[in-house]
């Protein structure tokens, strides 16, 4: 089983910058995909990015490539979200999430994760 705590969350401005952070806790980290999600109100749960368990294969939704960044580092069972050029239309609570390994196909659907952190907002002001 694998808990998780995200932070870092807050407000910037358009153009701004913040990184997200993702602790967890399990022996099964190491192992596991992590992958970041967002919701804006009224609207449903979207992919942002995910990462597998060694690091090395990352994958990003369209609207955020070039942007943003997923990173892990196992060592300390955190993984990260960078993002950079926020846009208001990022606003939205942010949530990592664990779920099975994927090596070559992107895991991007929400159900496919089995463990959630509570989030953490992020507000981009215009």
């Known amino acids: 089983q694998v808990q998780v705590v995200e932070s870092g969350g807050g407000l910037v401005q358009a153009g701004g910058s913040l990184r997200l952070s993702c602790a967890a806790s399990?022996?099964?980290?190491?192992?596991?995909?992590m992958g970041w999600f967002r919701q804006a109100p009224g609207k449903e749960r979207e992919f942002v990015a995910t990462i597998n368990r060694s690091g090395r294969n990352t994958y990003y939704a369209n609207s955020v490539k070039g942007r943003f960044t997923i990173s892990r580092d196992n060592d300390k069972n955190t993984v990260y979200l960078q993002m950079y050029s926020l846009k208001p239309e990022d606003t939205a609570v942010y949530y990592c999430?664990?779920?099975?390994?994927?090596?070559?196909?992107?895991?991007?659907?929400?159900?496919?994760?089995?463990?959630w952190g509570q989030g953490t907002q992020v507000t981009v002001s215009s």
């Open positions: 399990g022996r099964t980290f190491s192992n596991a995909a």
């Open positions: 999430a664990a779920g099975r390994n994927w090596d070559t196909i992107p895991v991007v659907t929400p159900s496919r994760y089995d463990y």
